[in-house]
């Protein structure tokens, strides 16, 4: 491999290195009590929107869910105003109005995180319909898990998606648990969920979503098909959630096993890109300790931010509710 | 010029549309079946499909979709076949249009209309007949608008459609066909202004939409027996213009509410709360209201009759409360 192709696969692992070590860190916060309410980790996900985002131009859309940590921050986020918002503070990215689950950087163009499953579906559809209306090869990129699939918003999103091309790639991040439920007890057609998109004439793929590699990789030939105006693409990205489904939950316990889990954890995300790096580049072990005190810095400076910033002013409780306010 | 209420909305729409190609008309039937109520008549023809989207019967999915078209900069209208239909499209109303941008912290907005006809027509059953703006006007981030007259609905349509936040437009059935004089030339009438319909000394009456109609028709009967009724139409429900309901209360001491809309929880129990708040020492007696029945509308016609205020009703109630039954 080349220079430039370390340099890449750096940048790539710094990425995920970023997303895993930030939702450690909110992990941590939770239980010190400066972050409240729902908090959703992406921790052994974040091959799927690392490699899924870059392959994305900055004024392409990007809409999720609500486990959009990763998503946002793949997107270019601040990491500062991220924890700002997970805090609640004044400086937050929606300036503590959003919170974790309805992060939003419009300079980015992360749309947000929706927080009714499927709810966000349709928003997409719209994206894409707004870009295809004024006549902008824009490509909007929607993540969800396995759990939104029998929605009837999904599917009604994925039957105006199709019948009207909409330039939209529906990601459809599996991590077999949609909360504690496995996909096999909610999902009929459980063994091939992009059915659910290939059954309203969708082109569907499946991915090994714990190679960050492979969704690049499948995610650079569906783009480009989309942005060419052939319609919208359904990409299944087989994944795992290494912790609970939030903060209320632990990793394993009445829904799975621990051994489970570990098995899983032997395909962590970081582990499959760090052992390419390490056998088709010259990266070292030491790269990896720079890595890890770079990001370890990013992350420290971003709850330093967060937690000397301000609440927002009472006065702001009725801001923004119209515009106008 | 003399239109039909349904004309001055195709007028309101029609010119609003050759203004701003931004904004796009979707729904079922608008297109080529020129509207179920025809409201959209010679759309399609001047606008073209682009514009002009028919969907599928399904109001989640492309209520969703207009929203995130607004997102995206874009103004649809969406014409939803009945109110009623906007029951299946809530989770989008009030999860999505109504907070995107409060959750976003101003980041986003949504340019929205969503309009069709409210309340019972003639024996359409208990599905089709529902008054649901006490719905939508509990939920902070929508405007609510239900004008009665074809220059008002004109005037009102226009700037619901170049205000910049979401707005549930209630139209009625049993309006479409009625006429009445309509403005000549370019003009829009404010959102949040209510209009007095008839002067009067005696007693107040606010009324809106379909039941206006009832209100000036009771107002004419009772001033051949001596009672001088002020009517009243808030034409926004919400903002509501509370100063000009307070104002005629200050004049007549006497406030009689109509509504065709279910009592408990009703919108004229927020009106009275508000001028009990505001004017209570004006009032010299209780404020009364006339309310559709606590009942799923029934088919049968005399069942019907009974579940919907009438001028007999009205009358009886102004009368009761001067102290003249």
């Given amino acids: ?325 | 010029m003399l239109l039909s209420y349904r004309e001055a909305l195709n007028q309101a729409m029609r010119e609003e549309m050759r203004r701003d190609a931004r904004i796009f008309l979707i729904g079922e039937e608008v297109g080529y079946y020129q509207g179920a109520f025809k409201v959209t008549k010679g759309f399609v023809e001047e606008f073209g499909p682009q514009r002009v989207v028919d969907t599928p019967i399904t109001e989640a999915g492309f209520t969703g979709l207009a929203i995130g078209a607004a997102m995206a900069g874009l103004h649809p209208i969406v014409e939803l076949m009945t109110m009623n239909f906007g029951i299946v499209a809530l989770d989008q109303i009030v999860n999505n249009a109504a907070k995107i941008r409060y959750m976003s912290g101003g980041q986003l907005s949504v340019p929205l209309v969503i309009r069709g006809p409210g309340s019972a027509a003639h024996q359409l059953g208990a599905q089709h007949s529902q008054s649901l703006e006490a719905w939508f006007c509990h939920v902070p981030g929508l405007k609510v608008v239900a004008p009665a007259t074809p220059h008002d609905a004109k005037g009102l349509l226009k700037s619901a459609i170049r205000d910049h936040n979401p707005v549930i437009f209630i139209e009625a059935q049993l309006l479409y066909g009625t006429k009445g004089e309509v403005g000549d030339g370019e003009y829009t009438i404010p959102l949040g202004q209510a209009d007095v319909k008839r002067e009067g000394a005696d007693v107040t009456i606010v009324a809106y939409s379909k039941m206006l109609l009832v209100a000036l028709e009771a107002a004419e009967q009772l001033s051949r027996e001596g009672l001088d009724v002020e009517v009243i139409d808030p034409r926004t429900l919400k903002p509501l213009d509370l100063d000009t309901i307070v104002a005629s209360v200050t004049k007549t001491g006497r406030l009689v509410i109509v509504e065709e809309g279910w009592r408990f929880c009703g919108l004229g129990a927020q009106i009275a709360e508000s001028i009990y708040s505001a004017a209570f020492d004006y009032l010299d007696g209780p404020i009364v209201r006339v309310t559709g029945e606590d009942v799923p509308i029934p088919y049968s016609r005399p069942l019907e009759d009974a579940a919907i205020p009438d001028v007999a009703r009205v009358v009886a109630a102004v009368k009761s409360l001067c102290g003249a039954a």
């Fill in chain 1, 1 to 325: 491999m080349t220079d430039m192709d370390k340099a890449d696969l750096r940048s790539l692992y710094r990425r995920m290195l970023l997303i895993r070590r930030f939702e450690e860190k909110s992990a941590e916060m939770y239980a010190l009590a400066k972050i409240a309410g729902f908090l959703h980790l992406y921790i052994g996900e974040e091959a799927i929107a690392v490699g899924a985002i870059d392959v994305l131009r900055p004024d392409d859309y990007v809409i999720s869910a609500y486990r959009d940590h990763g998503h946002c921050l793949a997107r270019g986020s601040d990491p500062g105003k991220v924890m700002a918002e997970l805090f609640g503070k004044a400086t937050g990215l929606c300036q503590g109005k959003g919170g974790s689950m309805h992060l939003v950087d419009v300079q980015n163009r992360f749309m947000g995180g929706y927080a009714i499953v499927g709810g966000h579906i349709p928003l997409a559809a719209g994206l894409a319909f707004a870009a295809k209306y004024q006549k902008q090869d824009l490509v909007t990129v929607c993540f969800f898990g396995e759990g939104a699939v029998p929605s009837g918003q999904a599917h009604e999103a994925f039957n105006l998606a199709a019948l009207w091309k909409l330039p939209v790639v529906f990601i459809c991040e599996n991590n077999r648990y949609g909360m504690g439920t496995p996909v096999h007890r909610a999902v009929a057609l459980y063994e091939d969920v992009a059915e659910a998109a290939r059954s309203y004439g969708i082109t569907a793929e499946r991915v090994d979503g714990m190679d960050v590699l492979a969704v690049r990789t499948l995610m650079r030939t569906v783009v480009e098909q989309v942005r060419a105006g052939q319609g919208p693409c359904f990409i299944e990205a087989m994944t795992y959630r290494f912790m609970g489904h939030s903060m209320a939950d632990p990793s394993h316990g009445h829904y799975r096993t621990k051994d489970e889990v570990e098995e899983y954890r032997k395909r962590d995300p970081l582990l499959v890109l760090k052992e390419t790096m390490l056998n088709q580049t010259s990266c070292s072990e030491a790269d990896f300790k720079q890595l890890e005190r770079e990001v370890g810095d990013v992350v420290a400076a971003a709850v330093k931010f967060a937690d000397e910033s301000p609440f927002p002013e009472p006065a702001s409780l009725h801001a923004d509710i119209m515009v106008g306010d």
